[in-house]
């Protein structure tokens, strides 16, 4: 594994959930004063990006805190956000114990479509194979006949 920081991994990891974010906040502000009509796009921006809204709202709220009535660029505000979901974050965020051995260890991944569960899944499995750990994978959703080829792979 290599020496990435939290942050990086973090954010590597939800990608996709990044991506679709980064998308929709832009245009939600070019260089102007961050305002209610302003932050209300965000927080409806954040909502349609799946991060749900009572985070959304957090997240609001810490950007009218921190910025309201400041200049702010399209760039900016996207690093403002990114920080303020890191800190979200951050309070649960711990190293992935295994406890079990030598018992099974059953992990369980739950996530919206699109948020990279199966990516997830195949690089756990990797690591955990690399340290010598026997891996099962078992899936259990909607598509898993698709999820089970990707895991192949």
């Known amino acids: ?9 973090l954010f590597g990891g939800f990608r996709k959930t990044s991506e679709r974010l980064s998308d929709n906040l832009t ?6 004063k961050l305002d209610d009509a ?16 009572a985070a959304a709202r957090r997240i609001r709220d810490k950007l009218a805190e921190k910025r309201f009535g400041l200049t702010i ?10 920080e303020e979901i890191a800190e979200i974050l951050r309070p649960v ?8 051995f030598p018992r099974p260890q059953v992990l369980l991944v739950i996530g919206v479509n699109g948020s990279g569960k199966t990516t997830t899944i195949a ?11 026997g891996v099962m994978l078992a899936a259990g959703d909607t598509f898993r006949a698709a999820a089970i080829g990707q895991l192949k792979v």
């Open 27 to 32: 245009g939600v502000v070019g260089t102007a």
């Open 93 to 100: 965020a711990k190293p992935l114990e295994i406890t079990a």
């Open 38 to 53: 302003t932050l209300d796009d965000v927080e409806d921006a954040l909502i349609v990006s799946d991060l749900g809204p």
């Open 123 to 133: 690089k756990l499995a990797h690591w955990l194979q690399e340290d010598d750990y």
């Open 73 to 82: 660029t399209e760039q900016e505000l996207k690093e403002a956000v990114a």
């Open 1 to 9: 594994m290599s020496a990435m920081s939290w942050k990086e991994r």
